[in-house]
C-alpha cells in the first residue's frame, strides 16, 4: 500500500512538472511574439517617418515575419494539458498567425514604397497584439 502511494505521488510530481515546464515553454514563447511585434512596430513607424531606409526596414519586417511563424510552430510543438488547454493554445496560435500575416504585408507595403498600407498595417499590428495580450492569463503575461 505503501509503494503504491508512494507512486502516486511520484507520479502527480512529475505531471504538475511537465505543466509547469510547458507553462513556462509558453510564457517565454509569447514574450518572444511580443518582442518581435514591437520590433515590427518600431522599425515600421520608422520607416513612414523617414528615419531608416527601405532596405532595412524591409529586411527587418521580414525577418520578423519568419520569427513569428517560427514562435508558431514553437507554440504548436508544446503539449496540450490542463494548465494549456488545446482550445486555448489554438486561440494564441490564430492571434501570432495573424501577427505574421500583418507583418508580412507590411514588408510588402515597404517594398511598394505604400505608406498608407503602412500606416494602417501599424494599427492593425497593434490591435491584434492587444487582442493577444487581453487572451493571456496575469501569471502568463510577460
Not at 53 to 63: D, E, G, N
Not at 82 to 98: F, M, N, V
Request: charged fraction near 25%; hydrophobic fraction near 35%.
Amino acid at each position: 500500500m505503501k509503494r503504491i502511494f508512494i507512486g502516486y505521488l511520484l507520479g502527480l510530481t512529475l505531471l504538475t512538472a511537465c505543466s509547469e515546464a510547458a507553462t513556462d515553454r509558453l510564457t517565454q514563447e509569447l514574450r518572444t511574439v511580443k518582442s518581435w511585434t514591437a520590433t515590427s512596430k518600431m522599425v515600421a513607424d520608422a520607416w513612414v517617418r523617414g528615419a531608416v531606409p527601405k532596405v532595412y526596414a524591409k529586411q527587418t519586417l521580414k525577418k520578423a515575419q519568419q520569427e513569428l511563424q517560427t514562435e508558431t510552430d514553437n507554440i504548436a510543438e508544446i503539449e496540450s494539458s490542463t494548465a494549456i488547454p488545446q482550445p486555448y493554445k489554438l486561440e494564441l496560435l490564430g492571434h501570432i498567425k495573424r501577427l505574421a500575416k500583418i507583418t508580412e504585408q507590411m514588408s510588402t507595403a515597404v517594398e511598394q514604397e505604400n505608406y498608407s498600407v503602412v500606416a494602417q498595417s501599424i494599427k492593425d499590428l497593434s490591435l491584434e497584439g492587444r487582442t493577444l495580450d487581453s487572451q493571456l492569463p496575469q501569471q502568463n503575461k510577460p
